[in-house]
Protein backbone atom coordinates (compact mmCIF):
# COMPACT_ATOMS: atom_id res chain seq x y z
CA UNK A 1 0.00 0.00 0.00
CA UNK A 2 1.84 3.01 -0.99
CA UNK A 3 -0.12 5.11 1.10
CA UNK A 4 1.74 3.54 4.15
CA UNK A 5 4.96 4.58 2.57
CA UNK A 6 4.36 8.77 2.49
CA UNK A 7 4.25 11.06 5.16
CA UNK A 8 0.93 12.08 6.67
CA UNK A 9 -0.36 14.89 8.58
CA UNK A 10 -1.17 13.65 12.09
CA UNK A 11 -1.74 16.73 14.79
CA UNK A 12 -1.05 20.19 15.21
CA UNK A 13 2.19 20.69 16.88
CA UNK A 14 0.53 22.73 19.06
CA UNK A 15 -1.99 20.32 20.12
CA UNK A 16 0.83 17.97 21.93
CA UNK A 17 2.22 18.79 24.68
CA UNK A 18 3.01 17.36 28.32
CA UNK A 19 0.56 14.51 28.41
CA UNK A 20 0.53 11.61 25.09
CA UNK A 21 -2.59 11.61 22.72
CA UNK A 22 -3.77 8.89 20.65
CA UNK A 23 -4.55 8.98 16.91
CA UNK A 24 -5.06 6.72 14.15
CA UNK A 25 -3.77 6.82 10.67
CA UNK A 26 -4.14 4.60 7.98
CA UNK A 27 -6.00 2.17 10.48
CA UNK A 28 -2.84 1.83 12.58
CA UNK A 29 -3.06 3.41 16.40
CA UNK A 30 -0.68 5.59 17.36
CA UNK A 31 0.16 7.35 20.88
CA UNK A 32 1.95 10.69 20.20
CA UNK A 33 4.18 11.89 22.69
CA UNK A 34 6.66 14.97 23.18
CA UNK A 35 9.82 15.07 24.79
CA UNK A 36 10.82 18.43 27.05
CA UNK A 37 12.17 20.74 25.48
CA UNK A 38 15.00 22.94 26.43
CA UNK A 39 15.20 26.94 27.01
CA UNK A 40 11.85 27.33 25.57
CA UNK A 41 12.07 25.04 22.80
CA UNK A 42 9.54 22.31 21.79
CA UNK A 43 11.11 18.89 22.26
CA UNK A 44 11.37 16.26 19.88
CA UNK A 45 8.14 14.18 19.10
CA UNK A 46 7.49 10.56 19.12
CA UNK A 47 4.39 8.41 17.30
CA UNK A 48 4.48 4.64 18.21
CA UNK A 49 2.13 2.04 18.18
CA UNK A 50 -1.01 2.82 20.82
CA UNK A 51 -0.16 -0.62 22.28
CA UNK A 52 2.25 -2.12 25.34
CA UNK A 53 4.42 -4.95 24.28
CA UNK A 54 3.66 -6.05 27.42
CA UNK A 55 0.13 -6.84 28.23
CA UNK A 56 -1.46 -4.37 25.41
CA UNK A 57 -2.46 -1.82 27.51
CA UNK A 58 -2.77 1.76 25.36
CA UNK A 59 0.12 3.50 25.94
CA UNK A 60 -1.70 6.87 25.58
CA UNK A 61 -3.22 6.52 28.72
CA UNK A 62 0.58 6.25 30.41
CA UNK A 63 2.43 9.64 30.80
CA UNK A 64 5.53 11.07 30.13
CA UNK A 65 8.56 10.98 32.56
CA UNK A 66 12.23 12.99 32.59
CA UNK A 67 15.03 12.45 35.05
CA UNK A 68 18.36 11.60 34.92
CA UNK A 69 18.30 8.60 32.94
CA UNK A 70 16.31 11.06 30.23
CA UNK A 71 12.41 10.79 28.61
CA UNK A 72 10.21 8.11 28.60
CA UNK A 73 6.65 6.90 28.30
CA UNK A 74 5.58 5.06 30.86
CA UNK A 75 2.79 2.19 30.73
CA UNK A 76 -0.22 2.87 32.80
CA UNK A 77 -0.68 -0.48 33.52
CA UNK A 78 2.40 -1.56 34.97
CA UNK A 79 4.81 1.19 34.87
CA UNK A 80 7.13 -0.23 32.34
CA UNK A 81 9.01 3.03 31.17
CA UNK A 82 10.11 2.93 27.40
CA UNK A 83 13.04 4.66 25.84
CA UNK A 84 13.08 8.38 24.17
CA UNK A 85 15.88 10.16 22.38
CA UNK A 86 18.93 9.67 24.84
CA UNK A 87 17.18 7.54 27.52
CA UNK A 88 19.37 5.21 29.64
CA UNK A 89 17.96 1.98 31.08
CA UNK A 90 18.57 1.92 35.26
CA UNK A 91 21.63 0.38 35.90
CA UNK A 92 22.34 0.08 32.17
CA UNK A 93 26.38 0.49 31.79
CA UNK A 94 26.16 0.63 28.13
CA UNK A 95 24.78 4.34 27.43
CA UNK A 96 21.91 5.03 25.67
CA UNK A 97 19.54 2.55 24.56
CA UNK A 98 17.30 2.46 21.25
CA UNK A 99 14.46 4.27 21.74
CA UNK A 100 11.04 2.53 22.04
CA UNK A 101 12.76 -0.27 24.37
CA UNK A 102 11.80 -1.27 27.61
CA UNK A 103 14.72 0.70 30.31
CA UNK A 104 12.49 -0.12 33.62
CA UNK A 105 10.28 -2.44 35.03
CA UNK A 106 9.30 -0.96 38.34
CA UNK A 107 8.24 -4.72 39.75
CA UNK A 108 11.83 -6.26 38.76
CA UNK A 109 13.82 -3.18 39.47
CA UNK A 110 17.12 -4.98 38.46
CA UNK A 111 15.49 -6.64 35.24
CA UNK A 112 17.45 -5.31 32.27
CA UNK A 113 14.61 -5.95 29.30
CA UNK A 114 15.59 -8.00 26.46
CA UNK A 115 15.75 -6.04 22.94
CA UNK A 116 11.96 -7.65 21.67
CA UNK A 117 10.62 -5.54 25.07
CA UNK A 118 10.56 -2.83 23.03
CA UNK A 119 7.32 -0.63 21.47
CA UNK A 120 6.58 -0.83 17.92
CA UNK A 121 8.40 2.62 16.90
CA UNK A 122 7.56 4.89 13.87
CA UNK A 123 8.92 7.82 11.92
CA UNK A 124 8.39 11.02 13.44
CA UNK A 125 8.98 14.53 12.61
CA UNK A 126 7.52 17.87 13.05
CA UNK A 127 6.89 20.55 10.02
CA UNK A 128 4.80 23.23 8.94
CA UNK A 129 3.51 23.35 12.43
CA UNK A 130 2.34 19.95 12.33
CA UNK A 131 3.80 16.26 13.31
CA UNK A 132 4.18 14.38 10.37
CA UNK A 133 3.97 10.18 10.47
CA UNK A 134 5.43 7.51 7.87
CA UNK A 135 4.44 4.01 8.67
CA UNK A 136 6.93 2.65 6.46
CA UNK A 137 9.90 3.08 4.27
CA UNK A 138 9.52 4.06 0.75
CA UNK A 139 10.29 1.75 -1.71
CA UNK A 140 12.00 4.17 -3.87
CA UNK A 141 10.83 1.73 -6.93
CA UNK A 142 7.45 2.82 -5.81
CA UNK A 143 7.27 5.92 -4.39
CA UNK A 144 9.30 8.68 -6.01
CA UNK A 145 12.41 10.71 -4.68
CA UNK A 146 9.95 13.29 -4.19
CA UNK A 147 7.97 11.67 -1.43
CA UNK A 148 10.73 10.93 0.66
CA UNK A 149 10.46 14.00 2.97
CA UNK A 150 6.96 15.80 3.52
CA UNK A 151 5.42 18.29 1.16
CA UNK A 152 7.80 21.30 0.88
CA UNK A 153 6.08 24.84 1.98
CA UNK A 154 9.06 27.60 1.73
CA UNK A 155 6.99 30.58 3.26
CA UNK A 156 6.85 28.57 7.04
CA UNK A 157 10.90 28.39 7.51
CA UNK A 158 10.95 32.55 6.05
CA UNK A 159 11.14 34.77 9.01
CA UNK A 160 9.52 37.36 6.93
CA UNK A 161 6.45 35.77 6.99
CA UNK A 162 3.72 35.49 9.50
CA UNK A 163 2.74 31.72 10.25
CA UNK A 164 -0.04 30.36 11.57
CA UNK A 165 -2.45 26.76 11.57
CA UNK A 166 -5.70 27.09 10.90
CA UNK A 167 -8.04 23.77 11.81
CA UNK A 168 -8.39 20.41 12.44
CA UNK A 169 -11.38 19.97 9.77
CA UNK A 170 -12.75 17.09 10.31
CA UNK A 171 -14.39 16.25 6.20
CA UNK A 172 -16.83 13.47 5.41
CA UNK A 173 -15.11 12.79 1.98
CA UNK A 174 -12.18 11.31 0.50
CA UNK A 175 -8.76 13.11 0.96
CA UNK A 176 -8.60 13.73 -3.19
CA UNK A 177 -11.93 15.09 -3.69
CA UNK A 178 -10.76 17.84 -0.67
CA UNK A 179 -7.58 18.03 -2.73
CA UNK A 180 -9.40 18.90 -6.25
CA UNK A 181 -12.17 21.12 -4.72
CA UNK A 182 -8.84 23.20 -3.24
CA UNK A 183 -7.44 23.50 -6.87
CA UNK A 184 -10.91 24.14 -8.81
CA UNK A 185 -10.85 28.29 -9.42
CA UNK A 186 -14.17 27.69 -11.39
CA UNK A 187 -16.21 26.78 -7.67
CA UNK A 188 -15.25 30.82 -6.87
CA UNK A 189 -18.15 32.46 -7.87
CA UNK A 190 -20.38 30.35 -6.90
CA UNK A 191 -19.51 28.76 -3.42
CA UNK A 192 -17.82 31.76 -2.43
CA UNK A 193 -20.18 34.21 -4.02
CA UNK A 194 -19.11 37.71 -2.89
CA UNK A 195 -16.40 36.57 -1.07
CA UNK A 196 -13.72 34.99 -3.38
CA UNK A 197 -15.48 35.55 -6.66
CA UNK A 198 -18.46 36.39 -8.00
CA UNK A 199 -21.29 34.72 -10.74
CA UNK A 200 -21.12 37.74 -13.09
CA UNK A 201 -17.11 36.94 -13.25
CA UNK A 202 -17.13 33.06 -13.69
CA UNK A 203 -14.35 32.99 -16.33
CA UNK A 204 -11.12 31.92 -14.78
CA UNK A 205 -7.92 31.25 -16.60
CA UNK A 206 -6.24 27.86 -15.86
CA UNK A 207 -2.94 29.26 -16.92
CA UNK A 208 0.41 26.70 -17.79
CA UNK A 209 -0.23 23.18 -16.45
CA UNK A 210 2.77 21.00 -15.55
CA UNK A 211 2.61 17.33 -14.76
CA UNK A 212 5.32 15.02 -13.24
CA UNK A 213 5.96 12.39 -10.67
CA UNK A 214 6.94 15.07 -8.07
CA UNK A 215 3.56 16.68 -8.55
CA UNK A 216 1.54 19.18 -10.11
CA UNK A 217 2.36 22.47 -11.11
CA UNK A 218 0.01 25.58 -12.27
CA UNK A 219 0.92 29.21 -12.67
CA UNK A 220 -0.51 32.57 -14.68
CA UNK A 221 -3.94 31.17 -13.05
CA UNK A 222 -6.61 33.91 -12.45
CA UNK A 223 -9.60 34.10 -11.05
CA UNK A 224 -11.50 37.77 -10.79
CA UNK A 225 -12.44 38.72 -7.28
CA UNK A 226 -15.01 41.44 -5.68
CA UNK A 227 -12.22 42.86 -3.44
CA UNK A 228 -8.63 41.86 -4.25
CA UNK A 229 -7.79 42.65 -1.03
CA UNK A 230 -9.03 44.70 2.39
CA UNK A 231 -8.51 48.74 1.46
CA UNK A 232 -9.57 47.51 -2.63
CA UNK A 233 -13.06 49.42 -3.89
CA UNK A 234 -13.20 47.54 -6.99
CA UNK A 235 -12.71 43.71 -8.45
CA UNK A 236 -10.09 42.58 -10.06
CA UNK A 237 -8.00 39.87 -11.55
CA UNK A 238 -6.45 38.09 -8.74
CA UNK A 239 -3.13 35.68 -10.17
CA UNK A 240 -2.60 32.02 -8.43
CA UNK A 241 -0.08 29.61 -8.43
CA UNK A 242 -0.31 26.45 -7.67
CA UNK A 243 1.57 23.18 -6.40
CA UNK A 244 0.75 19.52 -5.61
CA UNK A 245 3.57 17.75 -4.26
CA UNK A 246 1.86 15.11 -2.31
CA UNK A 247 -1.20 13.09 -3.15
CA UNK A 248 -2.76 14.79 0.06
CA UNK A 249 -1.53 17.83 -0.49
CA UNK A 250 -1.86 20.98 -2.45
CA UNK A 251 -0.07 24.83 -1.80
CA UNK A 252 -1.34 27.91 -3.54
CA UNK A 253 0.68 31.41 -4.12
CA UNK A 254 -2.01 34.19 -3.81
CA UNK A 255 0.41 37.10 -6.12
CA UNK A 256 -0.43 40.50 -4.78
CA UNK A 257 -2.25 42.79 -7.45
CA UNK A 258 -1.27 46.50 -8.27
CA UNK A 259 -1.62 48.38 -5.52
CA UNK A 260 -1.98 45.48 -2.99
CA UNK A 261 0.01 45.12 0.52
CA UNK A 262 -0.73 41.69 0.70
CA UNK A 263 0.98 38.38 -0.36
CA UNK A 264 -0.68 34.73 0.73
CA UNK A 265 0.53 31.53 1.06
CA UNK A 266 -1.61 28.78 1.92
CA UNK A 267 -1.18 24.86 2.21
CA UNK A 268 -3.62 22.30 2.51
CA UNK A 269 -2.50 19.05 4.39
CA UNK A 270 -4.74 16.25 4.84
CA UNK A 271 -4.57 13.09 7.13
CA UNK A 272 -6.40 10.45 5.39
CA UNK A 273 -8.69 8.68 7.85
CA UNK A 274 -10.61 6.45 5.87
CA UNK A 275 -11.29 6.10 2.24
CA UNK A 276 -14.50 8.62 2.67
CA UNK A 277 -13.44 10.39 5.77
CA UNK A 278 -10.26 13.10 6.22
CA UNK A 279 -8.98 15.65 8.71
CA UNK A 280 -7.48 18.78 7.07
CA UNK A 281 -5.41 22.00 8.12
CA UNK A 282 -4.14 24.66 6.59
CA UNK A 283 -0.63 26.71 7.07
CA UNK A 284 -0.94 29.82 6.44
CA UNK A 285 1.91 32.32 5.75
CA UNK A 286 1.47 36.26 5.01
CA UNK A 287 3.46 39.36 3.79
CA UNK A 288 1.82 42.56 4.92
CA UNK A 289 -1.41 41.60 6.13
CA UNK A 290 -3.00 43.51 9.54
CA UNK A 291 -5.25 41.08 10.48
CA UNK A 292 -4.46 39.50 13.90
CA UNK A 293 -4.47 35.85 14.05
CA UNK A 294 -7.65 35.39 15.25
CA UNK A 295 -9.61 37.33 12.26
CA UNK A 296 -7.29 34.97 9.63
CA UNK A 297 -8.24 31.93 11.39
CA UNK A 298 -12.33 33.11 11.46
CA UNK A 299 -12.25 33.79 7.19
CA UNK A 300 -10.96 30.41 6.55
CA UNK A 301 -12.74 28.99 9.00
CA UNK A 302 -15.96 30.46 6.79
CA UNK A 303 -14.76 29.98 4.05
CA UNK A 304 -14.48 26.27 4.69
CA UNK A 305 -17.76 26.68 6.01
CA UNK A 306 -19.08 27.53 2.87
CA UNK A 307 -17.06 24.39 0.70
CA UNK A 308 -17.71 21.47 3.76
CA UNK A 309 -21.09 21.12 2.82
CA UNK A 310 -20.63 21.12 -1.23
CA UNK A 311 -17.26 18.65 -0.75
CA UNK A 312 -19.56 16.22 1.23
CA UNK A 313 -22.13 16.34 -0.76
CA UNK A 314 -20.36 14.82 -3.50
CA UNK A 315 -20.90 11.15 -5.12
CA UNK A 316 -19.36 9.11 -4.97
CA UNK A 317 -17.26 10.50 -2.05
CA UNK A 318 -14.06 8.68 -3.81
CA UNK A 319 -12.57 10.21 -6.61
CA UNK A 320 -13.38 9.38 -9.65
CA UNK A 321 -9.40 9.08 -11.59
CA UNK A 322 -10.43 6.35 -14.33
CA UNK A 323 -11.23 7.60 -17.99
CA UNK A 324 -13.93 5.03 -18.53
CA UNK A 325 -16.57 3.25 -16.42
CA UNK A 326 -20.50 4.09 -14.52
CA UNK A 327 -18.36 6.19 -12.48
CA UNK A 328 -16.66 8.21 -14.77
CA UNK A 329 -16.93 11.85 -14.60
CA UNK A 330 -16.68 14.63 -17.28
CA UNK A 331 -14.81 17.81 -17.90
CA UNK A 332 -14.38 21.25 -18.59
CA UNK A 333 -12.20 23.43 -20.29
CA UNK A 334 -11.42 24.63 -16.27
CA UNK A 335 -10.69 21.42 -14.91
CA UNK A 336 -6.73 21.23 -16.48
CA UNK A 337 -5.47 21.29 -12.59
CA UNK A 338 -8.36 18.95 -11.18
CA UNK A 339 -7.18 16.81 -14.59
CA UNK A 340 -4.14 16.92 -14.56
CA UNK A 341 -4.30 16.08 -10.50
CA UNK A 342 -6.19 13.07 -11.03
CA UNK A 343 -3.52 11.84 -13.67
CA UNK A 344 -0.58 12.04 -10.86
CA UNK A 345 -2.35 9.94 -8.22
CA UNK A 346 -2.74 7.52 -10.90
CA UNK A 347 1.15 8.02 -11.87
CA UNK A 348 1.76 7.30 -8.03
CA UNK A 349 -0.30 4.51 -7.42
CA UNK A 350 -3.20 5.74 -4.92
CA UNK A 351 -5.19 3.61 -3.93
CA UNK A 352 -6.94 5.39 -0.83
CA UNK A 353 -10.16 7.82 -1.35
CA UNK A 354 -10.38 7.19 -5.05
CA UNK A 355 -11.93 4.76 -7.59
Not at 54 to 61: D, F, I, K, N, P
Not at 107 to 134: C, D, I, K, M, N
Not at 146 to 171: H, K, M, N
Not at 295 to 324: C, H, M, N, W, Y
Request: with cysteine.
Amino acid sequence: MVERQLWHPVIAGIHLREAPVAVELLGQALVLWREPGHEGEAGGVHAWADQCPHRGARLSLGRVLTNLHGARLECPYHGWQFAGHGAAAHGHHGGPVAVGRCVHVPAAPTFESPERHAAQVFEAQERHGLVWVRLERPDLTQVPPSLAQPPAFAPWSDPLWRQLICGPYEVATSAPRLVENFLDLSHFGFVHEGWLGARHHAQVDTGRVEEGMDGVHARDCKAWQPRAYAGAQDGTWVAYRYTVPHPFAAVLHKDAAEGDPVSNAIALFIRPDGPEACTAWFAMATLGDLSDDEELRAFQDAVFAQDRPIVESQTPKRLPIGQDGPIAEVHGPADRMSSAYRRYLARVGVALGVC
